[in-house]
């Protein structure tokens, strides 16, 4: 369980990011587990279904265009109905239903870089032989993320186009 100040962390955290302070309701704040970046700058506050429907026994419904619900899955659950980033199944983290009804895969970005990472590794050490080891892990980071943000984020592929969160919940992946 987390304490009042980490929560008060966290919501701080969510108010720098989205820069207003009505998405946010102290009554939800345990069960918020970060946030979700989209093509051209959307932005949602990522709440733990599971979590909210032990409390209030009933689905949530999504009232607010910049809320979204998170339901677990893996891949193999999510099956073929949902639009899938190639080359990151090993980041699904569930999916979650859009505003207008609409569900999309949620993907963990730190879990996206991470795939990007280590598909990158070996070509940046051997065009890079004199940087040093600490150098070379910031540069195959710093190129993954750069990749991510510009061409995975970035990417608008339709209306189902996945959602990627920062997690702010050390427990929750």
């Known amino acids: 369980m987390e304490s ?6 966290k919501r701080e955290e969510l108010l720098e990011f989205f820069e207003v302070t ?7 704040d345990s069960a918020i587990i970060g946030y979700v970046e989209r093509a051209g700058g959307a932005r949602f506050v990522l709440y733990d279904e599971e979590k ?12 607010k265009k910049l809320i979204l619900f998170l339901t677990k899955a893996s891949r193999s659950e999510i099956g073929d109905t949902h639009l899938i980033a190639t080359g990151f ?21 730190e879990k996206c870089i991470k795939i990007l990472s280590d598909d990158s590794e070996e070509s940046i050490r051997l065009e890079n032989k004199d940087m040093t080891e600490e150098e070379l892990q910031d540069e195959i980071y710093s190129s ?4 991510f943000y510009f061409n995975t984020i970035d990417a608008y592929v339709g209306e189902k186009t996945p959602g990627f969160a920062t997690i702010l919940k050390e427990d929750f992946c």
């Open 144 to 147: 993954a993320s750069d990749c």
């Open 22 to 28: 009505d998405l946010l309701n102290e009554i939800f």
């Open 89 to 109: 199944d090993g980041a699904i983290i569930g999916y979650a239903k859009m505003h207008e009804g609409e569900s999309i895969v949620i993907y963990d970005s």
């Open 4 to 9: 009042h100040k980490q929560l008060a962390e």
């Open 52 to 63: 909210f429907f032990e409390w209030f026994g009933a689905e949530p419904l999504p009232q």
